[in-house]
Each structure stands twice: as C-alpha cells, then as structure tokens.
C-alpha cells in the first residue's frame, strides 16, 4: 500500500494549509499524525472511512479539519489558524478496524505510512 501526502509548506501564523493523502487502496481507518523536531510523533485526526466519522486530538479541534474523497482515495486535512507549534512533519497512515475508539488516536492502530510532508508556521 502506498500513501502519498503533499500540501506541505510554509505559512505564517494565523494562516491556512492544506494537506492530501492519496492511498494506492483504502484502509478501514486514516489517520494524520505530525512529529516536530525533538518529539515523539503525535495523533492529529482519523477519520472511518465506511462512516461519517471523524476524530481530533484536543489541541487541533475547531481549527483543523479532516474530510475524504470517497473517488480519489484521498483523505484531507485542512489547517486553519496555524500557530507555530503546529510546525511538523505530517504523515498519513492506514490502519485496521477497531471497536476502540480510542485505538484509532495510537500509532498502533496504523500499518501503513506515508514520508511525511512539512509544514512550518512562522510567527
């Protein structure tokens, strides 16, 4: 399975990016994470993709958004109100069925990844 994130960039703080991930083949559940520099990587959203459902860490909440293209395979995150800690490298990744919710927001959740695409926010 490959998964190919793009959108990455530079923005400044308060702005916006747009993030894709187009999946070679659809998993139960797709998922954002990001690592910033000297962090272990972190949940961002999920998203189930036979439901209407989406999930969020807290701090992304109401400022960024996960969507999906049922036709393209392709799974979205937009970013608004970008703050400089949101600098990081995000990944996509697919992952397997759970009955926990709260096995979808762990990296365990996920056997396929993506390289990543960087985004950095400046102040």
């Known amino acids: 399975v490959q998964l190919q994130a793009s959108g990455g960039g530079l923005a400044q703080a308060g702005g916006s990016v747009r993030l894709s991930c187009i999946a070679s083949?659809?998993?139960?559940?797709m998922g954002w994470f990001r690592q910033a520099p000297g962090n272990e990587r972190e949940f961002v959203a999920a998203?189930?993709?036979?439901?209407?459902?989406?999930y969020y860490a807290g701090f992304v909440k109401g400022r960024f958004t996960m969507s999906r293209d049922d036709a393209k395979n392709t799974v979205y995150l937009q970013m608004n109100s970008l703050k400089p800690e949101d600098t990081a490298v995000y990944f996509c990744?697919?992952?397997?069925?759970?009955?926990?919710?709260?096995?979808?927001?762990?990296?365990?959740?996920?056997?396929?990844w993506g390289k990543g695409t960087l985004v950095t926010v400046s102040s």
């Open positions: 083949r659809r998993g139960t559940v």
């Open positions: 990744a697919r992952g397997r069925r759970s009955d926990s919710i709260a096995y979808y927001y762990t990296s365990d959740a996920y056997d396929d």
């Open positions: 998203i189930v993709w036979s439901r209407p459902n989406t």
